[in-house]
């Protein structure tokens, strides 16, 4: 994710359906603001902002953004982060947020060790995915949420305490 990609964002959100998007943020938000796209495009630094997107390249060598994932360090906690995938409507159900996920998860914020995030109570194929992650331990909230933590495995590139 770069800050060009603003509008492409913008765009690809503008055709997720009602659904999708109050899934996404768990509220209906027919729109993303301004503020909502500095934060989502310009705040990825790689480091604490990790965002990947997967983009389809048709027969004319055309690419479609088809899904975007990103997990955002929690600085009141820097062990843990939050967690986020978006897939077009058309693309779901067909493993995009599944290879998403676990790049994203490979390139995740140095140190992050579990994610810590909310989703809808219902939503059975974000707690699949998320459970596929790691240890996972959901704790029931209010107004149909879970609030969801996963123990990640430690990645290659980083060393094991004791070893």
Not at 21 to 35: C, K, N, Q, S
Not at 76 to 83: F, G, M, Q
């Amino acid at each position: 994710m770069r800050p060009g990609d603003r509008e492409l964002l913008r765009e690809t959100y503008e055709h997720l359906s009602p659904e999708s998007r109050r899934r996404r943020f768990l509220a209906a938000v027919p729109h993303l603001t301004d503020a909502m796209l500095e934060h989502l495009v310009d705040e990825v630094d790689g480091i604490d902002h990790v965002a990947l997107v997967l983009v389809v390249i048709d027969d004319d060598h055309v690419g479609t953004p088809v899904g975007v994932a990103r997990m955002i360090r929690y600085e009141h906690e820097p062990t843990a982060a939050d967690v986020a995938v978006t897939v077009v409507d058309e693309w779901q159900g067909r493993g995009v947020a599944t290879a998403l996920l676990a790049e994203l998860v490979r390139e995740r914020p140095r140190g992050v060790t579990h994610v810590v995030t909310t989703v809808e109570a219902d939503n059975e194929a974000s707690l699949a995915m998320l459970a596929r992650l790691g240890t996972m331990a959901p704790t029931p909230f209010e107004d149909n949420r879970t609030d969801v933590r996963v123990e990640l495995a430690l990645p290659d590139r980083e060393e094991r305490p004791g070893t």
